[in-house]
């Protein structure tokens, strides 16, 4: 019978940890949401939480560097099936949409994340994820000629800026499922406008 290490009990703890925050902060938002509730639901005690992050705010950031991460996945996995690379760019902007759906990434990525981590730290985060794999994509189509000639780079942030904007729609609507039908067709139409 092998033991738990202190690393296997730490990272236990931190997932737990990071579990119930992402439920909570995704039920309630970042402001309703407490320290104690956190513990509560995690099973541990505050001063554990303080141990493991630096207080809501680092907890906050870590559950959004997590659920930036899991976006990245699920963009990666819509895409790898796709015939070619602007299909594959095409899929990762519907999955972006759809998972606007998700209650813990439209409040922990889309509403709360600005304005708890601020603009420019958001912006380093999508870097090393979304931005990062929607560069790969858009260059992938630009390189086999499947899309129209231009500056890929500011094609990857004009179109995430595009994306960000329609999360928000859906984010912010009463209905959010029938808004991300009228998003989609419009995000596809202005994916048509960079085809071949």
């Known amino acids: 019978m092998s033991r738990r ?18 439920a909570l902060f995704g039920r309630d938002g970042y402001a309703a949401t407490s320290i104690d509730e956190i513990a509560r639901v995690a099973g541990v005690t505050k001063g554990a939480v303080y141990h493991h992050f630096e207080g ?11 659920q930036e991460q899991l976006l990245a996945d699920a963009l990666a996995g819509a895409a790898a099936d796709a015939p070619d690379a602007w299909a594959a760019v ?4 519907r999955a972006f949409l759809r998972a606007s759906l998700d209650p813990v990434v439209r409040q922990v990525i889309v509403l709360d994340g600005p304005a708890v981590l601020g603009w ?4 380093d985060l999508e870097r090393e994820h979304t931005l990062a794999m929607m560069r790969r994509g858009i260059a992938a189509a630009a390189d086999a000629g499947l899309v129209r000639p231009g500056d890929p780079e500011t ?14 729609l859906i984010a912010r609507s009463p209905d959010p499922a029938a808004t991300l039908a009228t998003v989609d067709t419009e995000v596809e139409t202005l994916l048509d406008g ?3």
């Open 90 to 93: 095409r899929a990762g902007c």
């Open 120 to 123: 420019e730290t958001v912006r």
């Open 56 to 66: 809501k705010p680092g907890l906050f950031r870590a559950v959004f560097v997590r």
């Open 5 to 22: 290490t202190q690393a296997d009990r730490t990272g236990e703890t931190t997932t737990g940890l990071l579990d119930a925050a992402a």
């Open 155 to 168: 094609r990857t942030h004009l179109l995430l800026g595009a994306l960000c904007e329609a999360a928000l």
């Open 194 to 196: 960079y085809a071949t």
